[in-house]
């Protein structure tokens, strides 16, 4: 079992940035791909970002590419998102989820979940 506890959510203005953190605890020991998906209200889970076990491999989706950026410190057993240019549109529940030896960039390929982290944008 995995753990995940997502943290950094909260308010910004259009154009800001704000840094989310998913800290995993459990099976740590094990090798995980690990990804973002954010769900706005209405609409459903969305993938935004993903990186590999190694850290070597990243993906993102086209709405966010050059604004967000993921990492990962596996000594540290916590993966980032930066969030650039946040426009009001990106504004969601951000999820945090990990799936066993390979990235997920579906929400039923993720195998563990954390409790997600509110992103507002103000315009």
């Known amino acids: 079992q995995v753990q995940l506890v997502e943290s950094g959510g909260g308010l910004a203005q259009a154009g800001g940035s704000l840094r989310l953190s998913c800290a995993a605890s459990?099976?740590?020991?094990?090798?995980?791909?690990m990804g973002w998906f954010r769900q706005a209200p209405g609409k459903e889970r969305e993938f935004v970002a993903a990186i590999s076990w190694i850290g070597s491999n990243t993906a993102y989706a086209d709405s966010v590419k050059g604004r967000f950026t993921i990492s990962r410190d596996n000594a540290k057993n916590t993966v980032y998102l930066q969030m650039n240019s946040l426009k009001p549109e990106d504004m969601a529940v951000y999820y945090c989820?990990?799936?066993?030896?390979?990235?997920?960039?579906?929400?039923?390929?993720?195998?563990?979940w954390g409790q997600g982290t509110q992103v507002t944008v103000s315009s």
């Open positions: 989820a990990a799936r066993f030896r390979d990235s997920c960039r579906v929400p039923h390929e993720c195998d563990y």
């Open positions: 459990g099976r740590t020991s094990s090798r995980y791909g």
